[in-house]
């Protein structure tokens, strides 16, 4: 004996469950299962149809390779032989030398056109703008900037026709005081007695100033350099007096 035949709706009542007609009608399904529903098929072959089917799309779309993003357009890519550069000075002092970047075409497709653009006041670059597939761009530093401390700045490297412009050159400056002493006027690393020297024949015999800036000698940082010094920085060294103060303080 057979056993017990599923209700003759069941069939429609699980296409129905699963979205088959809507499934049916946008051709989703595949002739086997459309065949199923249409004469009646139990529910449970027309489930495990519509599983496999549905498992064989997924399979599908995973093997399906992604499309890459098209770099056979014949356009350039924008490439950087340094995307970082560190400078370093002392206020009032030589300014850090020049570096150079280069700037290519790392696809050696077409003629790369590229411009530059410096987000900060003390950093310049150049030549500005060029349409070649290699080119030398010298950076360095505005003389006027003397601000202490650590700056940062950025080369923005633009394209009308490169695929990933913008790039971007980082630029660090660190700015030094120059007076690594206040009193050591004659820049020997040390205060002593010929520092008193130095100071006293500068001011009353025009003798050479302080070094490496005037302002080493102004051991009050009073904004003046006068027999005042003289008479505290002779209190300091023979007579155990304060220190001078910092004249990093006073540029």
């Not at 890519?77 to 340094?82: A, F, K």
């Not at 009073?222 to 007096?241: H, R, S, T």
């Amino acid at each position: 004996m057979s056993g017990p035949r599923p209700h003759p709706n069941r069939a429609a009542s699980v296409a129905t469950e699963l979205n088959m007609p809507n499934r049916l009608r946008s051709g989703i399904i595949p002739s086997a299962t459309r065949t199923a529903v249409r004469f009646g098929l139990p529910a449970v072959l027309l489930s495990v149809l519509l599983v496999l089917h549905l498992q064989a799309e997924t399979v599908s779309r995973r093997s399906t390779p992604t499309p890459q993003p098209a770099e056979s357009a014949g356009l350039p890519r924008i490439g950087l032989s340094e995307t970082v550069l560190y400078f370093e000075a002392e206020r009032f002092m030589e300014l850090p030398p020049v570096q150079v970047i280069t700037i290519f075409n790392t696809q050696d497709i077409g003629v790369l056109h590229w411009d530059l653009d410096v987000d900060r006041g003390w950093l310049s670059a150049s030549p500005a703008t060029g349409q070649q597939n290699e080119a030398n761009i010298s950076v360095w530093i505005i003389g006027s900037f003397q601000v202490l401390g650590q700056h940062t700045g950025h080369i923005i490297v633009g394209s009308n026709n490169a695929i990933n412009a913008p790039e971007t050159v980082w630029v660090h400056l660190n700015m030094l005081c120059p007076i690594e002493l206040t009193g050591d006027v004659n820049d020997d690393g040390q205060i002593t007695q010929s520092d008193i020297i130095y100071l006293v024949n500068h001011l009353l015999r025009a003798g050479p100033q302080p070094l490496p800036l005037v302002q080493a000698g102004d051991v009050l940082c009073d904004g003046d350099l006068d027999l005042g010094d003289v008479i505290y920085l002779v209190n300091f060294i023979l007579k155990a007096g304060p220190s001078p103060c910092n004249a990093c303080a006073l540029i």
